[in-house]
Nanobody, 121 residues
């Protein structure tokens, strides 16, 4: 089981930036970011491949968020720019395990505890 620890959340104003970090206990996993707002289902945000660091984003964050990884540190980052109030949520990183879709949270085996991001208008 991969242990994941997120950090970097906080309270910011619309238009500001934040960088989330996710430290993993082991390397070698494709890593995803998801978020869950109050009263809503958990949704896919971004993913970065272990093999070639290819990335994919949800339409709602494309062009504003950037996912990256430092394999030497077993850490994945989510740089969030031009934040909007609708980005307010608990953000989770997760290690992809199996299945045909990296967009499906059910295909991720390990999850961090989450970090709160709140964007005020």
């Amino acid at each position: 089981q991969v242990q994941l620890v997120e950090s970097g959340g906080g309270l910011v104003q619309a238009g500001d930036s934040l960088r989330l970090s996710c430290a993993a206990s082991v390397s070698g996993y494709t890593m995803g970011w998801f978020r869950q707002a109050p009263g809503k289902e958990r949704e896919f945000v971004a993913v970065i491949s272990w093999r070639d660091s290819s990335t994919y984003y949800s339409d709602s964050v494309k062009g504003r968020f950037t996912v990256s990884r430092d394999n030497a540190k077993n850490t994945v980052y989510l740089q969030m720019n031009s934040l909007k109030p609708e980005d307010t949520a608990v953000y989770y990183c997760a290690a992809y395990y199996t299945g045909s879709s990296v967009y499906d949270s059910g295909n991720y085996a390990s999850w961090g505890q989450g970090t709160q991001v709140t964007v005020s208008s």
